[in-house]
């Protein structure tokens, strides 16, 4: 199903939007990955082979947004996992930092979504990114669980407003990736250890988990405006 289609994946040179080019290609299927950095991007498309082309893009960048989409033409599936996140007291965190929050996550997919829609084919998709906190109100989130939830809602409209187009949103948990490379190893260690022992599952994610719920999104015809949450029952807990 999967053979032969072409998966455009934005924030494909790492963590789960690495692991869903690496499924995807395994599957057959042909990826574009785009990200700002050159070097992350030279890595992964030695990871990936000759079915990945490879582009820098900054999805904070409206105007390069669309010229990307306007070089790369048709294509199936638009995945946007791209996104650079923080957390931190709502009072002590500066509103500039806050709003980049916003411009990384919630803008960068807003563009992808606006300027990719007409290149998708009809019977193609589109799936976004939100993640726990918006679900789950947690201590330091309160600009990443407003975002996550933006993110979401506007999926779900999408799913209405680009139709027959399918979008969809998935929700990640605690996913051990790169995203967590600049906290001290050992301070991740405890709060991965903290997570684990909370939630049902006792474990944390893995990027394979949610690339495995992508694969899942991008080849269920009758899926759309869902938010597929992969967080091992961390809602509940
Ligand atoms: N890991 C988790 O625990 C977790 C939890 C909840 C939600 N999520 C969500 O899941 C998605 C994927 O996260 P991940 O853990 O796989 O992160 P990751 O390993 O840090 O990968 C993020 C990717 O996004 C790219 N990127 C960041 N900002 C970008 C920009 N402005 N323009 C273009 N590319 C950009 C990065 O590459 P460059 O640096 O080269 O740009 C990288 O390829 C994100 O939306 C994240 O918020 C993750």
Redesign the pocket.
């Known amino acids: 199903m999967l053979r032969n289609k072409k998966v455009v994946i ?8 690495l692991e869903s080019a690496k499924q995807l290609v395994a599957q057959g299927a042909e990826v574009i990955i ?4 050159e070097e ?1 991007l030279r890595i992964a498309k030695e990871q990936l082979g000759v079915r990945a082309t490879t582009f820098t ?4 960048q409206e105007q390069q947004v669309q010229s990307f989409f306007e070089k790369i033409g048709q294509f199936d599936h638009l995945v946007i ?5 923080s957390g931190g007291s709502f009072l002590q965190t500066d509103t500039a930092q806050a709003r980049q929050l916003f411009e ?2 919630f803008w ?1 997919q807003y563009y992808a979504a606006k300027y990719g829609a007409s290149k998708i084919s009809p019977n193609g998709s589109i799936t976004l ?1 939100s ?2 906190v918006g679900y789950k109100s947690m201590v330091g989130s309160a600009m990443l669980g407003a975002v996550n939830a933006a993110v979401s809602n506007l999926g779900q409209t999408l799913a209405l407003e680009l139709a027959p187009i399918r979008v969809n949103i998935v929700s ?4 051990d ?3 967590r490379s600049k906290m001290p190893e050992e301070a991740r260690n405890n709060f991965y250890a903290t997570v684990e022992n909370k939630l049902p599952v006792k474990r944390i994610g893995r ?1 394979e988990d949610v690339a495995q719920s992508v694969l899942y999104l991008l080849q269920n015809s009758f899926v759309t405006g869902t938010v597929l949450h992969v967080e091992g029952g961390h809602i509940l807990a």
């Open positions: 934005i924030g494909g040179s790492s963590g789960i939007g785009a990200s700002r950095s992350k893009l900054d999805t904070t996992s791209a996104a650079e996140t990384n996550k960068g990114f993640g726990v990640p948990g605690i996913i990736t790169p995203s990027a």
